[in-house]
């Protein structure tokens, strides 16, 4: 077994869509980034590569590469968990937790969770994700961005892992 944590920020800017875990959220101002700005899906990334110890996600989708401006990240979630698969791991559980002040995520939730079960290949039952607030502390409690933290659980699938990474 591994754990793996991911963390990720960005700041709101107006003129982008919010695309959350793959899920674009109406009536909200979207993160600047140099991809889709998902900043759920870049901290699940993290995390994923943290556990297998393979870097992070700026060693594998680096934004001075013109290929990721403006990126879908489920892609990038994607190419992450064929590498982990390729490493010898499977997502045991992932645990998400969205801090900010807007939007409120409950209503968003359960689509999240389904989106990321259907690009990640893992079951429903083995996420979780939940919105806190900062209650007005800092500047992601003045509204000013998003921040996420994401926990998973790896196990060794069976799968030839690499010699590398043993």
Not at 68 to 81: C, F, I, P, T, V
């Amino acid at each position: 077994m591994r754990i793996g944590f991911g963390y990720d920020s960005h700041v709101f800017e107006s003129g982008r869509p919010l695309v959350l875990g793959g899920v674009l959220i109406p009536d909200c101002d979207g993160l600047k980034a140099h991809s889709d700005g998902d900043v759920l899906i870049h901290a699940v990334i993290d995390a994923l590569y943290g556990a297998a110890a393979m870097g992070d996600i700026g060693s594998h989708f680096p934004d001075t590469d013109g290929k990721w401006k403006d990126a879908d990240s489920a892609l990038m979630l994607k190419s992450a968990m064929y590498d982990i698969r390729g490493a010898g791991y499977a997502v045991e559980n992932l645990d998400v937790t969205v801090v900010c002040e807007r939007p409120r995520l409950r209503p968003f939730a359960d689509l999240i969770r389904s989106r990321l079960s259907d690009v990640m290949g893992v079951g429903l039952g083995r996420i979780s994700v939940k919105g806190k607030s900062n209650e007005k502390m800092d500047d992601v409690g003045a509204g000013k961005g998003i921040v996420v933290h994401a926990a998973v659980l790896l196990k060794e699938s069976g799968a030839q892992k690499s010699s590398a990474l043993a």
